[in-house]
């Protein structure tokens, strides 16, 4: 069976659904931020083990590895049996997509701090805590940013494959789309998804830029 | 000399060791050790001889296993560590400046730890960028904009801030090319002449121990003090092979370099007359000191000197001295004198203190220093 | 009926294991595609990546390239691939638009990763072999090549998990492989194909993980692999 061709671009329906588009988007980030701030607040349990049990880390890395491969339709499929198809079953599967990148940063950036640094400061006479918080932990904010940023770009992408639980922000539309062989939907779709990430990416790239002034000064 | 009482003395170990846990050997084995008020002292040896450890054990960077240390009196152990070390400042090697913070945040550190207000801390943070040669535009750029002989500058204006009585240094000029070592540590002496802190100064640079220490320790392996002394003292006398083996070759010279030309025995009048003397007189004296040539004074100041043949009749006034080449004044080393010594024509160092001649040289005369 | 009923009921049904709708017709399917993807991805990507490293001017690319596929959902990539190709009058149900957006997928992390890779072999090293009197292709294949296998090797390795995940999809662009049982799954409600499929996929997926990374550890020269 042959397709018809429609118009690629229909400005009118575009026009049209403004008002879905709108709460497609507003489904979108919620659903990305949800998930992410969940990954950040998992992963800062799980840096806090790895920094006080070295040990940990290995099986961390891996469990969080694992998760990683899953490919996502799979995970939402696995999770339908214990949580339904809802907003639960995508947000535990977004999150932990996110686990993996954002523990590997944070504990790449505090292992990362220089050890003269760390050794001045004991030597100034900054007790421990206060060398954590006003050492150890601006001088690692910049790559956790940066571990964040690549979370949240990669959690947009995948918020699409949510359509199959019927959410999907941006993805509905290419659900639809392709479903109903509307190519506008589809291009909307997509170009929108590619659009969010791209100013979340400029955001947490400024975000960065902005937290390490330091690191902006030329020699 | 060393301290003679208590009450003189800045930090005192006592059978001071440390085993890190896992090793077979101590690092540090029962080092007993006094450093004196105001005292310039440098921890020398090689690799594995614990002069680091000993250094971060006075500010408990690392813990001792046995033996006790006080500084001014009083046990380290007895305030918490972070307070001890504020009252202590501590420059490392890589000298570690927050790399989030600007210069002047860098050196105003502990004061801010300290609580005090931010004007005396503004005030403070310029004299120290005076005192220790940085320009003032510094202070507002990040430790990643300087230059290694820049960031150890600051290292020591961050140390020095709170002008704590003791400073524990250790290795501080060792990242540095040549030439800035070199400067550093000129600046640093004559600032420690200004300032007159106690400090303990490890290094493993037996050059650097002998310019900078007023007193030099010289570890061996497992922390062993095998001699304790000013490093002239040692130079002349080593107490045994290990030490001696350390100092390296030269000895002889590398005392040289510390001997000032003006406590020199063998300094003596040589050669030299008035220009008011008559011609019989410089031919004489030319004949007792057994030399062809003969100095010139004129009111004490030192003209230069003639060949023999052309004192004739005419009085002295008339001939035309040549000058010496090099004359060195009573402050210069006696292996400045030696070079001096042994590329002149004559063979001769003149000794001039501000203007005035004082006396000469000769090989003789400086050997006998080595001897001594 | 339960979770396992519903599975042991999918597993016993004949279609599951025989004809075109069966576990090892999709199984194949989605291996066969998957690899199709990574090593035409191969052949276009890695010659232009390792020229581009060895010239030492990839850098600003590679990182452009890597922000660009990040920011692309790869669920787009295969709308946009299906909708080109049914544009062009292709049938519903043909691999090729699948294999063409899995193409564009494996390409980044290889890209990518090659230049790295290649960049990251120190400049003295191949200033030396060069002074021993090295050509420069002996240079590439004898020193740079070998040097970089474990970022390569990382980049595709990425490249094939990030694959296989998206073939997973073909299944919502009217193609096959083991995705179209967790389609069919939500479609039809049947939890024991969902399941069954989803293991599958699962399954497969961490698979090819932990062989290329024992691939990558085998093609890491000795003398780079860390030991413990």
């Known amino acids: 069976m042959m397709a018809q061709a429609s118009p690629l671009i229909d400005w009118q329906w575009i026009w049209r ?15 990305t931020a949800v998930s992410v701030a969940l990954g950040l607040v998992i992963s800062l349990g799980l840096t806090a083990v790895v920094l006080r ?6 099986p961390i890395t891996w469990v969080t590895g694992l998760l990683y491969t899953i490919p996502s339709l799979a995970l939402f499929a696995l999770l339908v049996p214990i949580v339904g198809l809802n907003a639960t079953n995508a947000v535990i599967a977004l999150t932990s997509y996110t686990l993996l990148i954002i523990i590997r940063n944070m504990v790449a950036g505090i292992n990362g701090v220089p050890e003269p640094v760390l050794e001045a400061a004991d030597g100034m006479g900054y007790t421990r805590r206060a060398r954590f918080w006003r050492m150890e932990i601006p001088l690692a904010l910049p790559v956790i940013i940066a ?14 494959v949510t359509a199959v639980l019927g959410l999907g922000g941006y993805g509905y539309f290419i659900l639809r789309g392709l479903n109903t062989f509307f190519w506008t939907q589809i291009l909307v779709g997509v170009t929108l998804s590619v659009v969010l990430a791209t100013i979340l990416d400029l955001a947490f790239i400024w975000l960065q830029s902005a937290l390490s002034p330091w690191a902006r000064s030329p020699k | 000399m060393g301290p003679q009482d208590l009450t003189d003395t ?48 006075i500010n408990r960077i690392i813990e001792p296993s046995s033996g006790r240390i006080l500084i001014d009196g009083a046990d380290v152990v007895a305030v918490p560590p972070h307070e001890l070390r504020r009252s202590i400042g501590y420059v490392i090697q890589q000298v570690g400046l927050f790399p989030h913070r600007t210069i002047a945040q860098n050196i105003a550190t502990v004061p801010a730890l300290m609580g005090w207000d931010a004007g005396r801390i503004k005030e403070r943070i310029e004299q120290l960028a005076a005192l220790v040669g940085l320009d003032p535009e510094m202070l507002d750029r990040y430790p990643a904009a300087l230059s290694g002989g820049q960031q150890q500058r600051v290292g020591v204006a961050r140390a020095l801030a709170a002008d704590p009585p003791l400073l524990l240094m250790d290795e501080p000029f060792g990242a540095v090319d040549p030439i800035v070592r070199k400067r550093l540590q000129h600046e640093f002496q004559a600032l420690q002449q200004r300032l007159g802190k106690t400090v303990v100064f490890v290094t493993h640079d037996v050059d650097e121990a002998i310019l900078l220490g007023d007193r030099m320790a010289i570890l061996n392996v497992g922390g062993v003090l095998e001699q304790f002394d000013e490093p002239a003292t040692i130079l002349a006398n080593p107490a045994n092979a290990f030490v001696e083996d350390f100092l390296g070759g030269e000895r002889g010279l590398k005392r040289l370099a510390l001997l000032p030309v003006g406590e020199a025995q063998g300094i003596r009048w040589g050669p030299v007359v008035d220009v008011s003397a008559n011609p019989e007189e410089a031919k004489r004296v030319m004949e007792e000191e057994s030399t062809d040539w003969i100095g010139l004074l004129e009111e004490g100041r030192l003209l230069g000197w003639v060949d023999g043949s052309a004192v004739g009749t005419g009085p002295l006034r008339d001939l035309v001295p040549r000058p010496f080449l090099v004359t060195l004044g009573s402050d210069a080393s006696l292996r400045s004198a030696l070079d001096a010594v042994v590329t002149s024509h004559a063979r001769v160092a003149m000794v001039v203190d501000q203007g005035l001649y004082r006396g000469m040289l000769d090989l003789e005369g400086i050997s006998e220093e080595i001897t001594e | 009926m339960t979770v396992w009923e519903s599975m042991r009921e999918f597993l016993s049904e004949p279609s599951t294991w025989s004809g075109p709708d069966s576990i090892w017709v999709r199984l194949g399917e989605h291996i066969a595609v998957s690899v199709a993807a990574v090593v035409i991805a191969g052949i276009l990507v890695l010659p232009l990546a390792v020229w581009l490293g060895h010239i030492r001017k990839g850098s600003a690319i590679a990182t452009a390239v890597v922000n660009i596929g990040r920011a692309v959902p790869s669920f787009g990539v295969l709308a946009i691939a299906f909708l080109i190709f049914v544009q062009i009058g292709a049938g519903i149900g043909e691999p090729w638009p699948v294999l063409v957006a899995l193409i564009a997928l494996a390409a980044p992390p290889m890209f990518t990763n090659t230049i790295a890779g290649i960049q990251t072999v120190e400049p003295t090293t191949l200033e030396s072999a060069r002074g021993m009197g090295l050509t420069e292709r002996e240079v590439l294949t004898g020193v740079e090549l070998p040097l970089s296998m474990p970022l390569i090797m990382e980049g595709v390795r990425i490249a094939f998990v990030q694959v296989i995940a998206t073939a997973t999809l073909g299944a919502l662009v009217a193609w096959g492989g083991l995705g179209r049982f967790i389609v069919d799954g939500f479609a039809q409600q049947d939890v024991g194909e969902l399941i069954v499929g989803a293991i599958l996929v699962g399954m497969l997926a961490i698979a090819a993980e932990l062989g290329l990374s024992a691939t990558q550890r085998a093609t890491t020269p000795r003398g780079l692999r860390v030991g413990r």
């Open chain 1, 147 to 160: 571990g964040l940023r690549i979370a949240t770009v990669t959690t947009v992408g995948l918020v699409t």
């Open chain 1, 17 to 31: 659904n403004m008002g879905e588009i709108l709460d497609r988007t507003w489904q979108h980030l919620s659903l």
């Open chain 1, 53 to 58: 049990w070295r040990r940990t880390y290995t």
């Open chain 2, 10 to 57: 800045m930090i005192r170990l006592e059978k001071v060791a440390k085993v890190f846990p896992g090793a077979s050997r101590p690092a540090v084995d029962d080092l007993d050790l006094d450093v004196g008020k105001g005292e310039f002292v440098t921890l020398v040896g090689p690799s594995g001889c614990g002069k680091t450890t000993t250094l971060k054990m």
